[in-house]
């Protein structure tokens, strides 16, 4: 889920991350394959893997997310992309500040619009810059991924910095594991220095076969206006429900 820069105003989930390979390991682990930009030259599994759909199966889904930063806080709940904007968003219980209860709906309401495919993060990937078999027979793509067509200038400053790994099974082509990490700082706005930032999601197929989210991780080190910040947030998907969305309302 959103969804990167939004973290340092209000720790909010995306995906259950190990920490990629640092770009010095990665030259020395993964296959010397010339970075291919050319989506025509890239493997079969890979391509099917990255690319976006316009029109992504929408779930209703039970959630919890773990936040540990100055403090620890977990918060359950359940997003149903078929309710009124709005309302989209149900709190079962958060060990949060209870008076912040309206901002922690808010928060969540942003990114309640039901998309939890495996790779939604991404808007695909610019290029390809190595492969290595994987366990199980897997394939592990690493990529330079590009940002969401939706992001704004500072979201694209931080993917232009980012690398990322996907792990494919080859059988059926389906993505079952993603890793994402900045390779050097970077300062998306004024006043705030991002030191590192590691993604990461398990997936898994969803009622329709196309890979969803299981579970989701967000690590954040850094500085905004003189003040250290840091946190982990997990988060884990469960009780999937196909939904159709809700048509917008008609204002005029």
Known sequence: MVVLLVLWKAPEPMPSFRRALPAALLALTLSPVPAAAD????????????????????YAYDFTDRTVGDTVTVTRGRIDPSRPKGQRVTIFETTGDR???KRLDQRYERDADGNISCLRSFGGADRLVGERAGADGDRVYSFQPLPRPSAGSEEKQVYRRMTAEIS??????LVRS????LTAPVKPFIGVNLEAMDLSGECRPGPDGTPVLSSARTRMKGAAFGRSLSFDVVQTISNLTPVTPRPATNRN
């Open 39 to 58: 989506p025509g030259a890239w493997p079969a599994s890979f391509r099917g893997a990255v690319a976006s759909s316009a029109a992504p199966p929408l």
């Open 99 to 101: 008076d912040s209860l």
């Open 178 to 181: 993603f890793t994402a990490s």
């Open 168 to 173: 494919v099974d080859e059988s059926s082509g």
